[in-house]
């Protein structure tokens, strides 16, 4: 009867146990342990790539670790500042910049400079919601338009600087961001959605939550597609568009255009692949990772519009989805995997397109 009880008891401590802290704490833990392993990857192959992933994943954790903590014991301003610090400038944008180390040395670089822009174009269009910062926008415009110059010239003309000038401008905006968070003046010390009691950005000032947006945005954005540009190049091809010989900058957009054409095209020979166990490991790995990218990059868009309920589920969702990926490829095995009934083989590096 006891015995009974006391897990009538506990089983009632589990489920007043608040999401809140259940999901972050998940993800988390998920994020170490992942972070560990690429960087025992890394330590026995010395990857940049590898490196930089690794960080990113670090910062998942804490960043996670702080809405844990928030949760669970409550927030205060310097778990504040930490969640938004790492949460909104660092996480997408480290994991993102892994991917454009990884690719580097293929045209993906081209797209990496119109992720700039499209960070620049953000920051236009949200320009009326912090009338008073033109300084910020003036920031972000200058940067972001710069860095897209240096990447399509250096994807164009020397492929090998393009991983050195996205580095070069990711540390040198952790640094920016890093002051402007820590020295900022809060509207409050911390800002939580009534309805959720998830973190919410609104006590950060108007100026540091626009040089925000751009971090995120192309992080995440070069996450997802490099996952897919990955799965492109590793997948059987139905060349539906071919190459062509264009004059410059009309043979970028077409050879974008033609990217997603045939990969969709490609589409029903990747299937066959599968099934006959001849598609390389990387292209389903590859497209767990753009799924486990997007869909927090979906629902931390969400919170800054006041959406709130997704966030922490999104969150966990996302790494596990990457966690996945980075399993089912052989690069993490030196070996064939099977799933099921099908046996993935293992091929060679891309070669540069």
């Known amino acids: 009867m006891g015995i009974a009880l006391d897990l009538r008891a506990a089983a009632r401590d589990v489920a007043a146990v608040s999401p809140n802290v259940v999901l972050p704490l998940s993800s988390s833990v998920v994020s170490f342990i992942f972070a560990a392993a690429v ?79 499209l960070g620049a174009l953000y920051a236009f269009a949200i320009r009326g919601r912090y009338p008073s910062d033109t300084a910020s926008f003036a920031i972000v415009l200058v940067v972001c338009g710069a ?16 991983a050195p000038i996205a580095l070069a401008v990711l540390v040198l905006g952790s640094i920016a961001a890093a002051i402007a968070v820590l020295g900022a003046t809060l509207a409050a010390p911390y800002a939580l959605d009534a309805q959720t009691g998830v973190p919410v950005g609104e006590a950060i000032p108007g100026n540091v939550r626009i040089l925000a947006g751009p971090f995120n945005i192309i992080g995440a954005v070069v996450l997802v597609v490099g996952a897919l540009f990955s799965a492109y190049v590793f997948m059987p091809k139905n060349r539906v568009l071919g190459r062509r010989s264009l004059p410059p900058l009309v043979a970028q957009a077409y050879g974008a255009l033609a990217i997603v054409v045939n990969f969709f095209a490609s589409l029903p020979r990747a299937v066959m692949a599968l099934m006959r166990g001849q598609l390389h490991s990387r292209v389903p790995a590859t497209l767990l990772i753009a799924l486990g990218g997007f869909i927090p990059g979906v629902t931390s868009g969400l919170n800054r519009f006041g959406i709130t309920w997704a966030f922490f589920l999104g969150e ?22 099977r799933l099921g009934p099908i046996v993935m083989r293992r091929e060679e590096e891309a070669p540069a397109t």
């Open 39 to 117: 960087l025992a990857q890394w330590s026995t192959r010395r990857r940049g790539f590898q490196l930089v992933w690794a960080v990113g994943l670090l910062w998942y954790g804490i960043s996670a670790g702080t809405e844990f903590l928030g949760s669970a014991f409550g927030w205060s301003e310097p778990l504040y500042r930490t969640w938004y610090l790492i949460g909104a400038f660092f996480v997408a944008a480290y994991l993102g910049a892994g991917t454009v180390v990884l690719l580097a040395r293929t045209r993906f670089g081209y797209f990496v400079a119109v992720s700039f822009l």
């Open 316 to 337: 966990l969702l996302g790494v596990l989805l990457i966690f996945a990926g980075f399993v089912v490829s052989t690069e993490v095995f030196g070996a064939r995997v």
């Open 147 to 162: 860095t897209a110059i240096a990447l399509a010239l250096a994807t164009w003309r020397a492929r090998a600087l393009v």
